[in-house]
């Protein structure tokens, strides 16, 4: 795991552009700062969805209409998937995240307090194919919340609804939540809170990469540096060199690897993609979705949908 962690970070290290994937922020301590994120002012998203969902929770649960199954996609602390059995009654709570003993730990919490749901915790990787084949007969709502959507590539989105429409299996649809494009300055503040939380979670992939594969980031030699890309339509999240640096990786039996930045060098941490209502729509059609609604807030901030096969 090491070696192919360490080979992984190589390539996309010494790239034309220098990244580190997003799925380093969540370690245990990432996991909780991202707790911290959604509970900050700036961050609008969390609230504007729980305000539509709250509002809406009668139209949402009578579109879901019957519910075998919740697979929560990106379960994280569950809350938000829990907050959903009451309307929405699963008989089966399936969680999958990243971070599997955060997860492990929140599943077993809320499966004390919902004895009635049975419960599994899986640890998954969302970039790669997703495959149900135990719940193929079953009625399936896959909730995707928190705009995690976001942070995939729009061509990826395509495939991700495309691989979801299918494992539906004809029955069962996926609710989901996604932040919408509006002014420049409340996406930058989002992502720019002044109590530096935002930067201890982009900083913190560091500190993860150090441990998982023994490499020598200093956290000093670092900056958190996030800006609204409004050609691209998403917010870039980097870290920048705040000096000249050399970072070892090193060689697991062979060679270490010395990798060089300069002052002011960026690595790529996160693109988090804002949509419009219809450009999102369009793209659960595409993907094969065929009955769609929407909710959002006052100032459409943020959408959720619910889009059925
Ligand atoms: C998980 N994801 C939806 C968050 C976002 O807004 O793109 C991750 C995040 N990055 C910085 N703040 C929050």
């Not at 089966?92 to 929140?106: F, G, N, P, V, W």
């Not at 697991?252 to 002011?264: T, V």
């Amino acid at each position: 795991m090491k070696q192919i962690l360490t080979q992984e970070l190589l390539v996309s290290l010494t790239a034309d552009i220098p990244s580190i994937s997003p799925k380093f922020f969540y370690d245990g301590v990432g996991s909780h700062l991202f707790d911290v994120i959604m509970l900050l002012e700036e961050y609008y998203p969390t609230r504007m969805e729980k305000l539509i969902m709250d509002t809406y929770q009668r139209d949402t649960a009578n579109a879901v209409a019957h519910c075998d199954v919740l697979v929560d996609l990106g379960a994280g602390n569950c809350i938000k998937g829990s907050q959903l059995f009451n309307s929405i009654k699963p008989k089966q709570y399936r969680a999958l995240d990243i971070s599997k003993e955060y997860l492990e730990a929140a599943v077993a919490d809320l499966q004390k307090q919902f004895p009635q749901i049975e419960m599994s915790a899986h640890a998954v990787d969302l970039s790669l194919p997703l495959a149900f084949p135990d719940l193929q007969a079953l009625r399936k709502v896959f909730f995707y919340p928190g705009s995690s959507i976001g942070n995939f590539d729009p061509e990826k989105v395509d495939q991700f609804f495309t691989n979801l429409a299918h494992e539906c299996h004809g029955n069962g649809g996926l609710l989901i939540g996604v932040d919408l494009v509006k002014d420049t300055k409340t996406l930058h503040l989002a992502y720019n809170d002044p109590l530096g939380v935002t930067a201890a979670f982009n900083l913190n992939a560091l500190l993860n990469v150090n441990r998982l594969i023994g490499s020598n980031f200093q956290l000093q030699d670092w900056e958190h540096y996030a800006f609204f890309n409004a050609s691209q339509s998403r917010i870039e999240m980097h870290l920048r060199a705040r000096s000249d640096v050399q970072v070892i990786l090193p060689g697991n039996g062979s060679q270490d690897h010395a990798i060089s930045f300069s002052a002011g060098d960026l690595i790529h941490t996160e693109n988090s993609y804002k949509y419009t209502q219809e450009q999102f729509v369009e793209k659960l059609r595409l993907a094969g979705f065929a009955d769609i609604q929407c909710w959002t807030d006052p100032n459409q901030y943020f959408l959720v949908c619910f889009a059925k096969v």
